[in-house]
């Protein structure tokens, strides 16, 4: 009964873990102060970006970041 209960969590665990895995090399999570949270597909499989804290963005981060930009005014638009 012991090693099932073992076998159960071990799975669960390599479950959740492939999950996370898979949702960090392909979206974007951009917190915003209005919006909460900006959920957008990557274009390119990667960790690059993966969460992005933009609550208290002003003009130069979004010159520094172009890409997170473009997303967060693509998703205003869209509302």
């Not at 012991?2 to 959740?16: L, M, T």
């Not at 996370?20 to 949270?37: E, P, Q, W």
Request: proline share 3%; no cysteine; net charge positive.
């Amino acid at each position: 009964m012991r090693a099932i209960r073992a076998f159960v969590g071990f799975f669960s665990f390599g479950v959740i873990a492939a999950g996370a895995l898979f949702l960090a090399l392909n979206y974007h999570f951009i917190f915003t102060s209005k919006d909460g949270v900006i959920i957008e597909r990557k274009s390119e499989l990667g960790f690059t970006d993966t969460l992005v804290n933009a609550r208290d963005w002003g003009p130069l981060d979004y010159a520094a970041n172009p890409r997170m930009g473009l997303i967060i005014i693509k998703h205003k638009i869209k509302r």
